[in-house]
Structure formats: structure tokens, C-alpha cells
């Protein structure tokens, strides 16, 4: 709490001063704390004095004037005296270290921690004896404590200290997906990216917080000592409203690296999209909350270039792309140019659901693709305006099995595999359970 008045800014940090000193004109009196004018020493007494007929009044059978337990003991006619961490002139602060402030024979009435970056907030102790920060320093930067504590008979004590904070070899930040404000689908993974490798990855994970509107079971996994990533044990429920805290501020991550900020990402998750690729039938059949919407032909990867299979999420769409294989391609069959609309991935390695007019043939018949998901151009238009990053397409009656090094496989991990990438999490072994809109039988 704030209030009283800070002490004259010529006075030497690390000096403490009564507030006697600078109240009265004339010269104090020896002692270091000196007692207020004689109107508010009156008044400061009658108020002790009602406080002392109320207490005997209370003294019946069961009561007591006792002070409660705990309560700090003030001695009469001694100021107080305080104590503040770090110490004044300190140097090379670590950025996890919080300021305390605590006193002796008084109560906190005033502190105050003030640099060019801002103020640092912080909480009293129950009895008003203990500050401490809750924010954390930031690299560099010089802090000065202004503290006021009082004693009884009116003795205050001012102290003015002040420190500087360390500046760390390497400074943590972060990219995460998704971002702020977007309207996700079920399988969407929280993605969040460092931009150094974390050593101390348990106590980053203590540090991202997870609200949410509607409790799940979820996990965090690293899949690298630069990304970690979270996903409930079932898709998300349509409707969920996601908060992602990623407290960071004064974080040793290890190996000279510190995290200096702390941010919030909102996000929440649009209608539950569910779409089934049958590699054997040759037909996607797309669901809407549970209910089919559309079912269409398509074409998947020829034997030679398989369709990946298993559960995906959509990684990201655009209107157009160009295909350009001529610079890579091993084989020449392989190798070919062409632009493609409506492009729909959900896969790191390059797979789409996109419109392929060369293919409408064999749409339905035969798998004739590189290992995209062939449509018409009508077809692969509606599911382009259809989906939302982290819809689900979950690819049956496969012959390749995901690849878990790729981007948009994360529900092709089970739980249990899952769970074990997770630096604090250990449960038993189960299996992830991804939703089905028809029945049929996934690859091997």
C-alpha cells in the first residue's frame, strides 16, 4: 500500500531517517526517531485510549486483551528498523531473486521499488512486517527501495537503498501457435517455440499456465529442446475457451539463458471438423459437430508415392500454390511444375487436400497422386472454405504409416507416448482416442 511521503530525494541511499527530522522545524532531540506534533499525538492517543476500553470490555469469560498470535511485539520508545534484500549497492542481481523488505519493533507503511522501466508490485506479509516483490527484475536495470515503517508512539523510520540487476548472456523469447485471437479446430496443439535450447525444460513447463473454460486431460511434450508442445488426451470440445500464461519472467532456463517477460495468448476452438480419407473406398466423407455434411471421390497416392496415413490436423490453407518437384525429384516420373487451387495441408512433408481437374478420372477408381489428396476443383473449393487450421483428417486403410517427425502427426502419437515427452507429467499407459464420423479399418 501507498501513502506516505517518501523521504527528501537528496538524502544518500542506504541512510534512515525519522520523520521528526524533516517535520520539525527545530532541532530534534538525540533519539533517530522523533514523535509527531503534539494535535496528531493527541488524537493518535484517544483513539488507543477507546481501543483499550473496547479490549476491557471485551475481557469477560472467554476473552482476552492478549495481542493475536503471531503479532509482531513493538517495544515503546524504540523506532523500528528495517531490513531490505538485496543490499544497498548491490550489483549483478540475478533476475529470480525478489526484493524483501521486513522490519523490527514497527509495521511496513509504505515501499516503494522504482527504476526507468516502472514499478515493481509486490505483498505485505498479514501483519505488515514483510514485502516482497511478485514481479521480476529486468536485465540491467537499477532499482532504488524507498520504505517507511512505524513503531509505537509515532516513530517512523524512512530507508532508501538501491541495486542493479544482472544482464544474462542470452535472453529467452518465444513463438507460439496459435496466435492470439484465432478461432481453432479440435486437434489444434498448442505449439510454443523458444528461440534458445531450454536445458531446463521442467522448470520452463512449471511456467506455462493453461486456462481453460471447460477442464481437460492434456500434456505438454517436447519434441525438441526448442519446441514443446500441448494437446488434451481427446480432441478438444467445440466451444473451448484457451488461455496460455507463459510466466517467464526471471526464469533461469539454463546454460546463460533467462527468460525476461511474461504474456498471455487467448484462443478458442471453433466446430468440431472431422474428415475421414478412405484410401481403399477412394472417398472423403466430412462431418460438422458430429454430423456428415458432405461425402466426395478423391484420388490418393499412387503405390509408389502412398498417401501418409493416420490422424492429421490442418497445418494451414491457400487459394493457390505452385508444385515445383523439377529441382528435387530423383526420379524423372517424379519430377513436374504445376500450380494447384484450393490447397488444403496437413502434413510438414507436403501432403494436401487440394483440387486437381487432371485427376477427375480417377477420382473415386484409383489412387493416381504424388500423395495428395486429389478432389474436383468444386469439391476441394467447398472443403478449402470448409476448414480451419486444426481441423482433423484422419487417413484409413493406409499402407504408410505416420511419420511422427512431421508436422500435423501429433494424433498419431499415443496417449501413452505422448504423456512420456512431458517433463513433469507420469501416468499409466493408455491409447489416444480420435473420433470416428463412419466405421472402417486403419492401415497397419
Known sequence: MRG????PQARRPGTQVADG????PRPAPPSRATRLPMGAA?????????VALMALAACGPGGSANAPSGAPHIEPGVPPTMTITPADGTSNVRLDVPVRVSTANGTLRDVRVTSEMGSLNGTFDAYRTTWTSSDAVQPGTRYQVSATAAGAGDLVTTSITAFTAMSPQHVLTTDVQPYGGAVVGIGTPIVVNFNRPILNRAAVQKRLELTLSRPVQGAWNWFSSTQVRYRPRVPWPSGEKVT???????LDAGDGVWGTQTRSVDFSIGDAHLSIVDLVAHT???????????TFPISGGRPERPTMGGPHNVLF?????????TNTATNPADSYRLTSEWDVNFTSGGEFVHSAPWSTG???????????????????????????????????????????DQDGTDWARPWDKWVAGDALLSQHPTTATVPRVTGGTEGP
Not at 4 to 7: C, E, H, L, P
Not at 42 to 50: H, I, P, S, Y
Request: charged share 15%.
Open 362 to 404: 480417377s477420382q473415386g477408381y484409383a489412387n493416381v497422386s504424388h500423395g495428395c489428396v486429389n478432389a474436383s476443383p468444386a469439391n476441394a473449393e467447398w472443403f478449402y472454405y470448409f476448414s480451419q487450421v486444426g481441423d482433423i483428417i484422419n487417413v484409413i486403410n493406409y499402407t504408410r504409416a505416420p511419420e511422427l
Open 4 to 7: 506516505a511521503r517518501q523521504a
Open 21 to 24: 527530522e524533516r517535520d520539525r
Open 244 to 250: 496460455l500464461r507463459l510466466n517467464l519472467a526471471g
Open 317 to 325: 490453407k491457400s487459394p493457390s500454390m505452385v508444385f515445383d518437384t
Open 284 to 294: 472423403m466423407t466430412v462431418a460438422s459437430n458430429g454430423q456428415v455434411v458432405r
Open 42 to 50: 493527541v488524537g493518535r492517543r484517544m483513539g488507543a485510549a477507546a
